[in-house]
């Protein structure tokens, strides 16, 4: 039999969808969770999509797949996701041509001139007003010709819920779970300016990397857990290990 030692209850900071299905993975394991999204995502439906010349399309993010797929019919171009859970989207939402780069934007690039040839065409990538990494900086000095258009932005939360500011003060949070360095960061300024930076102190972090642990720094975590690797399925392993067998 597995149990948790004591009652664990997280905070999960990731976009409202996503947090949906975090979430229930987390009830799966006798996790309670509050969500308290750091970014809110709104498509840019005045966007026009120009898929002319494209070999493939790049997508960086659930949230980029969603925002292509509310902005046009098209599933015919071959998919090339960052990971695991973005690819899945991707398949969710049509697209029957996905190839999974297993985590991060260097994967990314590595599996794009694998299998791309630059004289084959525009790679496009659907993407936020905000970018980590520089993918198609990476690409360019391959020789790949990045067609990047914004077709989503993502809004930073400002404030924290009176019932996510009370959870916290009373202690009825134990750990916080961070995606991005975006979030943690957001996340950690919210905190401090609204006077629970002593409160955070008490719960420890899961992050998704070391940047993003990087991220979450100016506050003193009780404890700081960084994934293996940079996926949903890594993190969630990382939180594994902290059940008891019985």
Known sequence: ???????????????????????????????????????????????GINLSGVQVILFTSSNGVRAFAALTSRRDIPVFAVGDRTAAVAEENGFPQVESAGGDVEKLVVLVAQCCNPNGGVLFHPAGSAVA??????????????????????????????????????????????????????F???????????????????????????????IIWRRVMVAPNPTQDSLLATLDNRLVVL
């Open 133 to 186: 990494g520089d993918l198609s900086g990476r690409l360019e000095r391959c020789g790949f010709v990045v067609r990047r258009a914004v077709i989503y932005e993502a809004h930073q939360a400002t404030d924290f819920s009176s019932e996510i500011r009370k959870a916290l003060l009373d202690g009825k949070v134990d750990l916080v779970m961070f995606f991005s360095p975006r979030t943690a960061k957001i």
């Open 1 to 47: 039999m597995i149990a948790w030692e004591g009652a664990i209850r997280a905070l999960v900071t990731r976009p409202q969808h996503d947090a949906k299905l975090l979430v229930e993975a987390l009830v799966h394991r006798g996790v309670s969770a509050f969500i308290s999204p750091m970014l809110h995502i709104t498509v840019l439906t005045d966007i």
């Open 188 to 218: 950690v300024e919210l905190a401090i300016s609204q006077g629970l930076g002593l409160a955070c102190t008490k719960l420890e972090a899961l992050c998704l990397s070391d940047a993003v642990a990087a991220a979450a720094g100016p």
